[in-house]
C-alpha cells in the first residue's frame, strides 16, 4: 500500500516562497504520475501540477504556470512543489496524489493515493 506525507507548508509573505515535499512509501513510486492539487475553505480541490516520469512531462493549472515548479526525485522516492511569488489566493491545503493512469493527469478522479496535506498560508 502505497503511503504519501507532505511537508514544507507553512506561513508566508505575499511574493515570498515555500518549498513543499512528498515523501512516498510502500513501492512503485517511480511508476505513478505525480499531482499536487490544493483546497481553499469553502472552495472545491483544484489540480495545481502534476508530472510523469520524466521533468519533460509537467502540466500546470494556469494560474500557478511560471510562479510553480514540480519536480521528483526517484531516487530518494519523493516529489518536490517550489512555490515562487506567492499570492494570497494560493493560500490552502496542498496535497500530492499517485496515479497511475498516463492521461487524465489534471483530474481528480484519475489519482489514487492522496496524502493528508499541509497548509500553506500567504499573508497579504
Known amino acids: 500500500q502505497v503511503q504519501l506525507e507532505e511537508s514544507g507548508g507553512g506561513l508566508v509573505q505575499t511574493g515570498g516562497s515555500l518549498r513543499l515535499s512528498c515523501a512516498a512509501s510502500g513501492g512503485g513510486f517511480s511508476s505513478y504520475v505525480m499531482g499536487w492539487f490544493r483546497q481553499a475553505p469553502g472552495k472545491e480541490r483544484e489540480f495545481v501540477a502534476a508530472?510523469?516520469?520524466?521533468?519533460?512531462?509537467?502540466y500546470y493549472a494556469d494560474s500557478v504556470k511560471g510562479r510553480f515548479t514540480i519536480s521528483r526525485d526517484h531516487a530518494k522516492n519523493s516529489g518536490y512543489l517550489q512555490m515562487n511569488s506567492l499570492r494570497p489566493e494560493d493560500t490552502a491545503v496542498y496535497y500530492c496524489?499517485?496515479?497511475?493512469?498516463?492521461?487524465?493527469?489534471?483530474?481528480?478522479?484519475?489519482?489514487?493515493?492522496w496524502g493528508r496535506g499541509t497548509q500553506v498560508t500567504v499573508s497579504s
Open positions: 508530472i510523469r516520469y520524466s521533468e519533460i512531462n509537467t
Open positions: 496524489a499517485l496515479s497511475n493512469l498516463e492521461d487524465w493527469v489534471t483530474m481528480i478522479g484519475a489519482y489514487k493515493y
